[in-house]
């Protein structure tokens, strides 16, 4: 009998096509609705962002103000939700909060069962407005503090500040946000997506198929690579005993986080723009030693190696975010900005993603297409945004933790 061929990782493996993002690894190349990503972060917001990938075009004035107006009208959570989240126990890693989260959300929403285009749509507006609002009330409570109103006034990104700390940061730090917010936005088919489109295929609802790609997205191999990385440089101490370390994991064959990314061979088209921004960040803060770690960390990996920071990571805005050749490196730096490792926190936010388009989620994975081609756009794709936006929380409330740990970052300055 011959053996089945067996794929590992699912390499090669074509289950759909997608028009929301398209990964060019021979370009080292990442686009969103056809636009490179580094021109959003330049000319966009998070916000607008957010609208181009579930509708496929930037919005228009008129179509942005009622996009936002209706993710500011679903910020606050149920008294039955803030009730479960006080009972969470208070070391939670902030990923299986907003997980838990997002499946009561679920239990609670009067729509969950209808799978109309519609009706997907709102819920993931509803769950795209409270993520932030679930991920800084767990964050508040597990510190023994009082959950904080979310506040209307504030756009997305300030508005998380605000339900975190009570205050919202100086400019430069809510660029910095924003800009990795987007830049964690949508990546194709990966993981977690796969994931959220297996148990969208089975006819699952919404909120189980977000719930189950936050499940993966927390693995170290995965979206936990951000909080992996910070924790290697948290161990590493300084760039005065990176070669060091360094040599130490090389001795015992060890991983080292941040390097070697599965798609991106020769670099990634993230990193400049995250490194750029990871440098601002270490401006603001007054502390270099992320950056020059990961910058040290970096030349010696590829020298010893020949391996390129992983994702968007790149030493310069890596190190403060996690390691330079990872985008996990530069988002580390940019996010805990100053002397500790990111705080769990943000990191669940950061990779919620947004929230699956309805078609797709309803089409599952019966078709047979290659994936990253942007041809159109699925319920999945919807559910997928949400969940960046999870994991994209979950960064920034890394970030937005250590900043406030700095004197220079934190929101007393503002």
Same mark, same amino acid.
């Given at each position: 009998m011959t053996e089945p061929t067996i794929y590992k990782g699912l390499v090669g493996v074509y &289950?759909?096509?997608?028009?929301?993002?398209?990964?060019? +690894?021979?370009?080292?190349?990442?686009?969103y609705r056809g636009y490179a990503v580094q021109d959003l972060c330049e000319e966009t917001d998070f916000e607008q962002v957010a609208y181009l990938l579930w509708h496929g075009e930037l919005p228009t004035a008129a179509q942005l103000e009622a996009f936002r107006a209706e993710e500011r009208a679903n910020r606050a959570l149920s008294p039955a939700l803030l009730r479960v989240l006080r009972?969470?126990?208070?070391?939670a890693h902030p990923m299986d909060a907003?997980?838990?989260?997002?499946?009561?959300?679920?239990?609670?929403? @009067? *729509?969950?069962?209808?799978?109309s285009d519609a009706a997907q749509r709102?819920?993931?507006?509803?769950?795209? &407005?409270? &993520? @932030?609002? #679930?991920?800084?009330? #767990?964050?508040?409570?597990?510190?023994?503090?009082?959950?904080?109103? +979310?506040? #209307?006034? %504030? @756009?997305y990104c300030e508005n998380f500040f605000h339900l975190v700390f009570g205050k919202v940061p100086q400019p430069e730090v809510i660029k910095s946000f924003d800009v990795s917010m987007i830049l964690y936005a949508e990546h194709t088919f990966n993981a977690s997506t796969f994931t959220a489109r297996t148990v969208t295929s089975t006819g699952a609802d919404i909120h189980g198929a977000i719930a189950a790609?936050? &499940?993966? %997205?927390?693995? @170290?191999?995965?979206?936990? #690579?951000? *909080?992996?990385?910070?924790?290697?440089?948290?161990?590493?101490?300084g760039p005065e005993a990176a070669v060091d370390w360094l040599e130490g994991k090389f001795d015992h064959r060890a991983l080292v986080m941040g390097f070697g990314h599965r798609v991106y061979k020769s670099g990634d088209s993230r990193v400049p723009t995250m490194t750029k921004y990871a440098e601002k960040m270490a401006e603001v803060v007054?502390?270099?030693?992320?950056?020059?770690?990961?910058?040290v960390l970096a030349k010696q990996m590829l020298e010893r190696k020949n391996l390129l920071p992983d994702g968007f990571r790149h030493p310069d805005v890596h190190a403060d975010l996690r390691l330079l050749p990872h985008h996990r490196l530069g988002g580390a730096c940019v996010r805990t900005g100053r002397r500790q490792p990111a705080d769990p926190p943000a990191v669940a936010l950061h990779r919620c993603r947004a929230a699956c388009r309805p078609a797709s989620c309803r089409k599952g994975l019966m078709q047979s297409c290659r994936a990253g081609e942007c041809r159109r756009g699925t319920l999945i794709e919807r559910a997928c945004i949400a969940l960046r936006v999870t994991r994209m929380h979950r960064i920034a409330t890394l970030a937005a933790q250590h900043m406030h740990n700095s004197a220079r970052l934190s929101c007393d300055s503002v």
């Open positions: &289950a759909d096509v997608s028009s929301v993002s398209k990964v060019m +690894p021979e370009t080292n190349s990442l686009t009972d969470f126990p208070k070391d907003i997980r838990t989260a997002v499946s009561f959300m679920g239990m609670e929403d @009067p *729509e969950s069962a209808d799978v709102r819920k993931a507006m509803r769950l795209f &407005a409270k &993520a @932030p609002t #679930a991920v800084a009330a #767990a964050n508040r409570l597990s510190k023994g503090l009082e959950p904080i109103e +979310p506040d #209307a006034s %504030l @756009p790609g936050i &499940a993966a %997205l927390k693995g @170290p191999l995965h979206g936990g #690579a951000n *909080e992996a990385v910070m924790h290697m440089l948290k161990e590493v101490g007054g502390d270099r030693r992320w950056m020059e770690t990961s910058r």
